[in-house]
């Protein structure tokens, strides 16, 4: 649990940081023009894709090699109790009290449950950055310094022509996150069925072990 309660922390962080970047982008296509990002910065203006920061990705790959771990551990735990012959496993269950099964099959059912969380999370913050770039794509820059538009995004001798829009600036990234949020979707509803099933015949393996066995 404690595990995965520092992937969710990471997701957030990561959430936020990318915002951030996003918000700068704003800020940054009222002062840039576009030509600038020849010369300055080749994502001046752009809102940043939905990748994983180097410094919360270590973190996070460190954090799955740990639950792994932990899970490995546990197999080789339930391993040595049937003499590492996990096809003795049914034949053991009769030989349990109730709370035995439930107390071995907790770890397996946690984990399920818990990756299913995180993949909702991970959706849910795809969904959300999405929102925020359909929502808030900028101001736009203006195309090049024949032209110029102050702060206050109104005054200056820009036209309309004469500026990209925020939403085209942003549509390679709003084209990503869309796949990314589909993608996700799949994900979720097949973690969600795996803990499902991991619950239902937990509970089923507890309260009707004497019939089933």
């Not at 771990?69 to 030989?95: D, S, T, Y």
Request: net charge positive.
């Amino acid at each position: 649990m404690v595990l995965f309660w520092g992937l969710w922390n990471i997701l957030d962080a990561d959430f936020w940081a990318l915002r951030a970047i996003a918000f700068l982008a704003n800020v940054e296509a009222v002062y840039f023009y576009d030509e600038d990002t020849k010369v300055f910065n080749p994502y001046a203006g752009r809102h940043p894709p939905y990748t994983m920061i180097g410094s919360l990705k270590a973190q996070f790959i460190a954090l799955m090699f740990l639950i792994g771990f932990a899970q490995m551990f546990f197999l080789v735990k339930v391993g040595e109790r049937v003499g590492n012959n996990f096809a003795r496993i049914p034949r053991r269950i009769p030989e349990l009290s109730h709370l035995t099964i439930a107390h071995w099959l907790l770890p397996l059912v946690s984990f399920m449950i818990l990756l299913a969380v995180t993949t909702w999370m991970r959706r849910r913050r795809l969904r959300g950055y999405l929102g925020f770039v359909q929502d808030c794509p900028g101001p736009g820059m203006v195309k090049d310094r024949t032209k110029f538009r102050r702060t206050d995004l109104i005054s200056g001798n820009a036209t309309e022509n004469d500026v990209v829009p925020g939403a085209v600036l942003q549509e390679r990234v709003r084209l990503a996150l869309t796949a990314q949020v589909a993608a996700w979707d799949l994900w979720v509803r097949l973690t969600t069925a795996a803990a499902g099933v991991s619950v239902v015949a937990t509970v089923a393996l507890v309260v009707l072990k004497n019939r089933l066995f």
